[in-house]
């Protein structure tokens, strides 16, 4: 079989990965895992899996071998770690009161969360729609946007990610998801992303904003472009545009009557020091998708959020769907945004998310595999000058107890929870910082 992509995904179908399984895994696990292959549909990047769990709580996981592992992977949804007191609570009370809300009736929680969320978006008189997870809310993005405009034409970044149905990878731009299954959505434009490290229009490191130029460039040309989408800062190899790069991009979007959506479903609540982080780039979004850790680590939910002047579908269905104002996923969003106030969330977030890069940076310093150590907030990557070395690092990490994501084949993606212990946080660190150096000097990275 051919081996996936090494893109978004982590944990491949290769060599690597069956020597891990060979000395890790019993035999229960076993019988688990190949009953999962027999029922579910095979899938790049999920089925068949690495291993199986039984337990989360925190920043934890645990295996059906009773192993801990430390996860900063979480598939970018546990910001507040898994199963928080508060959330726990909150989902309680709600399913002995109201465990669902049918679409005719409101509901107090749904009703807080959206008034909350909206009052804190950067945005002008902003109102909201949930949905049950951040694929769809991008539907509902990209619709809003051809009603608000008029137009159908969008532009987005290649290698991005905005969610697996047939419209939001049209717009997305990797190939794992994209190759063999269209055609996909006419208009759906696509333009090099912000990525300062490996820019194509050779702006060699130091960023230009060529890729800005580029962008109006495109919008002047095809004249009627409903819409610019952006992960405002990629999660998947941690992309961090220059601070100019969103005040250019909202200005030629409103210069070329574009509307600018900004994805931040891994990336809002917290994960890079502020609620939005676009935050960090003092510019309003026309919408923004929030989805992920808005339901707790538990429950589905996201939300789109859309500044005032775009509320004008009143005569048509965005969403629909049916968990619009599930009550127990608001009540859970809620315990969130308390959470992350209470345990002043935004600012540990960027505290330790300093500390951390600092520890990286010095006990990594003067590795030549080590291209790159960037973060914001508690988003961290180390890029690798090699997948081969990232994947072994990777396995080395998960046979001591760390889970984290590798993104574009060589960025190694530490994303623990806002709340994670700091002494569970440095371990982590050290122990990535003692596997690529032990892999680094070893060819082939064995
Ligand atoms: C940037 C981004 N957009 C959209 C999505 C899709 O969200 P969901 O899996 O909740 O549909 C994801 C999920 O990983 C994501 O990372």
């Given amino acids: 079989m051919a081996e996936p992509d090494r893109s978004e995904g982590d944990v491949n179908l290769g060599q690597r990965r069956q020597a891990w399984q060979a000395a890790h895994l019993d035999d229960a696990t076993r019988a688990l895992l190949d ?39 979480g598939n970018s949804l546990h910001q507040i770690g898994y199963g928080h007191p508060t959330v726990r609570a909150a989902l309680q009370e709600t399913l002995d009161t109201l465990p669902f809300s049918p679409r005719r009736y409101t509901n107090r ?59 939001a990878i049209s717009i997305g731009g990797e190939a794992v998801f994209r190759r063999g299954i269209g055609p996909l959505l006419p208009g759906s434009e696509h333009v090099p992303p912000c990525d300062p490290g490996h820019c194509v229009f050779g702006c060699g490191g130091s960023c230009a904003l060529r890729c800005v130029d580029y962008i109006d460039h495109c919008l002047h040309k095809e004249g009627d472009v409903a819409a610019v989408i952006v992960e405002t800062v990629r999660s998947t190899d941690v992309q961090l545009p220059p601070p100019d790069y969103y005040r250019r991009l909202r200005q030629i979007c409103d210069r070329h009557g574009a509307l600018l ?23 309003e979004p026309d919408m923004i998708v929030v989805g992920k850790g808005l339901g707790g680590g538990s429950m589905p939910l996201a939300a789109l959020i859309a500044r005032e002047g775009l509320n004008v579908g009143p005569h048509i269905s965005l969403g629909h ?79 001591q107890g760390l889970s984290f994501k590798v993104g574009q084949g060589q960025v190694l993606v530490l994303a623990p929870p806002l709340n994670v212990q700091e002494a569970d946080l440095f371990w982590a660190l050290d122990c990535v910082a003692h596997a690529v150096r032990t892999h680094a000097l070893t060819a082939p990275h064995g």
Avoid at 39 to 60: D, I, K, R
Avoid at 261 to 283: C, M, N, S
């Fill in 261 to 283: 959506i900004l994805d931040e479903i891994p990336i809002a609540l917290g994960r890079t020091g502020h609620l939005f982080a676009v935050e960090r780039y003092g510019i």
């Fill in 35 to 73: 009953e999962d292959a027999r029922w579910f549909l095979h899938q790049s990047m999920s089925t068949p899996c690495l291993n199986a769990l039984q337990g989360a709580e925190g920043a934890w996981l645990t295996d059906t071998a009773g192993r801990r592992i430390l996860d900063f992977h």
């Fill in 109 to 167: 929680p749904a009703v807080d969360l959206a008034r909350r969320l909206c009052q804190a978006a950067p945005m002008q008189g902003a109102r909201l729609l949930f949905a049950p997870g951040g694929t769809a809310a991008i539907g509902m993005a990209l619709k809003l946007a051809r009603l608000a405009t008029g137009r159908f034409k969008t532009i987005s970044m290649w290698d991005a990610f905005h969610g697996a149905s047939l419209d």
């Fill in 321 to 399: 769907y049916t968990h619009e104002k599930n009550p127990l996923a608001c009540a859970a969003g809620l315990a969130v945004l308390d959470v992350i106030e209470q345990e002043g969330l935004l600012e540990r977030s960027r505290r330790l998310g300093e500390a951390a890069l600092h520890h990286l940076r010095t006990g990594l310093a003067g590795l030549a595999a080590v291209q790159d150590i960037r973060g914001a907030g508690l988003l961290i990557g180390i890029e690798l000058d090699d997948p081969d070395l990232a994947e072994a690092v990777l396995y080395t990490c998960l046979s």
